[in-house]
T-cell receptor, first 117, second 108 residues
Framework: GAVVSQHPSRVICKSGTSVKIECRSLDFQATTMFWYRQFPKQSLMLMATSNEGSKATYEQGVEKDKFLINHASLTLSTLTVTSAHPEDSSFYIC?????????????FGPGTRLTVT | RKEVEQDPGPFNVPEGATVAFNCTYSNSASQSFFWYRQDCRKEPKLLMSVYSSGNEDGRFTAQLNRASQYISLLIRDSKLSDSATYLCVVSPDEKLTFGTGTRLTIIP
């Protein structure tokens, strides 16, 4: 099956610093990638939709200047949490839709657990 | 009102039993429906798609009732490995909307 990787898997950073999370589709090209956030015991919440070569589309309530998304190629999207605060601590998961596969099938990365101290 | 509502559980069920989960959704424009499972601190994984005619995959049966806007998942002959959180997911387009999930623990 299609594989999506995320790096790093876990990161601890100090308040005020920025953290970059990478999402890669390893064996397929992704037209679209999605970024989700999941707080403990809550559902995955879509943050933004990322299309290669164009600006990301952010969901209501998600600050685009705080969560910078770059989708530079068909296999890589990055999420940068700028000026991180403790309330940004969460599980960040990306997913990707394959160019070749059905548009409804999203392949999820293993997630990145961010802790801001 | 949440877009996708599920009973969070937990459901503690003896091994071999049958367990059923329900989920309701508010967006009548939703076109695609899924059940995902998520193990603790892991990413969600697609369990099965849900079709109006109902569909079965081994011990798992999913049903969709568009008129009432609810989706169900039935697990028969439950195994210890079925312990997980089951996420109801609906989609009007390529975006997925997740429920909070139902926590299931199978007891030996």
């Amino acid at each position: 099956g299609a594989v999506v990787s995320q790096h790093p898997s876990r990161v601890i950073c100090k308040s005020g610093t920025s953290v970059k999370i990478e999402c890669r589709s390893l064996d397929f090209q992704a037209t679209t990638m999605f970024w989700y956030r999941q707080f403990p015991k809550q559902s995955l919440m879509l943050m933004a939709t990322s299309n290669e070569g164009s600006k990301a589309t952010y969901e209501q309530g998600v600050e685009k200047d705080k969560f910078l998304i770059n989708h530079a190629s068909l296999t890589l999207s990055t999420l940068t949490v700028t000026s991180a605060h403790p309330e940004d601590s969460s599980f960040y998961i990306c997913s990707a839709i394959s160019l070749q596969g059905p548009s409804y099938e999203q392949y999820f990365g293993p997630g990145t657990r961010l802790t801001v101290t | 009102r949440k877009e996708v509502e599920q009973d969070p559980g937990p459901f503690n069920v003896p091994e071999g039993a049958t367990v059923a989960f329900n989920c309701t959704y508010s967006n009548s424009a939703s076109q695609s429906f899924f059940w995902y499972r998520q193990d603790c601190r892991k990413e969600p994984k697609l369990l099965m798609s849900v079709y109006s005619s109902g569909n079965e995959d081994g011990r798992f049966t999913a049903q969709l009732n568009r008129a009432s806007q609810y989706i169900s998942l039935l697990i028969r002959d439950s195994k210890l490995s079925d312990s997980a959180t089951y996420l109801c997911v609906v989609s009007p387009d390529e975006k997925l909307t997740f429920g909070t999930g139902t926590r299931l623990t199978i007891i030996p």
